[in-house]
């Protein structure tokens, strides 16, 4: 966003609005950290809002100040459907792409209002007047306080807004420990804990209010779900539908899962596919150089980041394993360079 667009939408803001804020299908801490956070501003500011997200979002989320106004369109499409349709501005928040917020981006494709799009996603679509956009960014809630910022701001930053934005942050950095985390990302939290934020218990909150159920969904992933292709340095869980009803499972039970694959020594690659509502979810993870943006676009009609992204597959479970099994072999060298090298120290040796 250039600096006559500030201006311009300084401008737009400057007199109460009725907006409306959405996020992505199932949305995260760093969806609903931002979505809240922006929420909370713009209501200290006079503005009408609503949040709107596409379906539900895990419990754990459920403390975020703000959360008790949120609609879920999926439950309530009718009174969403009217707040879009009445809105002035629509912010788009986490997701670059209306084909994310699946029937709602019908709703917010149509919709008359001023769009603006505040995002960290690769590729975005050009569907919004205004965009804060930046893939250096660690997470969309890093860009909403920059938006605080841009805006002239930071005065109104309470410490309702620098929870759901410290929430946003900590999830999407996977707790300040992924290569997005820069020293800009430290100042941004300690601007955060300086408005309020409290740290000590956000984590708790997101990370230590485990059921019991959902611990032992996690153990019996590692022990029987759990397979490991050294040749490709890649990991992989799978899950079925009866066996997430085995362990009674609620929306966020399996957040982080695949990142206990790619936790293993000599992992590069890591993927999670699990079935739920007759359609196969993938989510993908990488370290290094490995690109699964790339492949989740090429092979599971997804997207995301360079080293995070998600996707889904038409197929059955098992055809969706055999087909991620199968390319693996396009990107051996990728994911394995010590074969290459190994197999040039062989030819060499045997001239």
């Not at 996020?23 to 713009?42: E, K, V």
């Not at 999670?272 to 007759?278: I, L, P, S, Y």
């Amino acid at each position: 966003m250039n600096s006559k667009q500030v201006q311009e939408l300084k401008a737009l803001l400057s007199s109460p609005k009725k907006i409306v804020i959405v996020t992505h299908w199932s949305p995260d801490g760093d969806a609903m950290g931002s979505s809240l956070g922006l929420y909370n501003y713009l209501t200290k500011k006079k503005h009408q809002v609503t949040v709107i997200t596409p379906n539900d979002y895990p419990s754990f989320l459920e403390w975020l100040p703000g959360n008790k106004k949120v609609i879920n369109f999926s439950e309530k499409a009718k009174p969403a459907k009217a707040a879009v349709a009445k809105a002035n501005i629509i912010f788009c928040l986490d997701f670059n792409s209306l084909k994310r917020i699946d029937t709602l981006g019908e709703e917010v494709g149509k919709a008359k209002a001023v769009k603006c799009m505040i995002d960290h996603h690769l590729q975005p679509e050009d569907f919004a007047a205004f965009m804060l956009h930046d893939v250096k960014a660690c997470s969309t809630c890093e860009l909403v306080y920059d938006f605080i910022e841009l805006m002239e701001d930071k005065k109104y930053l309470t410490k309702d807004i620098a929870n759901c934005l410290y929430t946003g942050i900590m999830t999407d950095t996977g707790s300040f420990r992924f290569p997005s985390t820069q020293a800009k990302t430290h100042r941004i939290i300690a601007d955060l804990i300086e408005a309020g934020a409290e740290n000590s218990s956000i984590h708790e909150r997101i990370y230590d209010d485990n059921t019991e159920d959902k611990l032992r969904l996690l153990g019996f992933c590692l022990e029987e779900k759990l397979t490991v292709l050294k040749e490709f340095c890649t990991a992989f869980f799978h899950l079925r539908e009866d066996e997430l009803r085995r362990f009674h499972y609620k929306k966020g039970d399996t957040e982080g899962l695949v990142n206990y694959a790619l936790s293993i020594k000599g992992i590069r690659f890591a993927a999670f596919f699990v079935e739920r509502d007759g359609i196969i979810k993938t989510s993908f993870r990488s370290k290094g150089d490995f690109n699964v943006n790339l492949f989740a676009r090429k092979h599971f009609n997804g997207g995301g980041h360079a080293n995070a992204a998600g996707g889904m597959s038409d197929l059955t479970l098992d055809e969706s394993i055999i087909k991620f099994v199968s390319v693996l072999a396009d990107y051996k060298n990728e994911l394995n360079p010590s074969s290459t090298v190994k197999k040039a120290k062989s030819k060499k040796a045997s001239v």
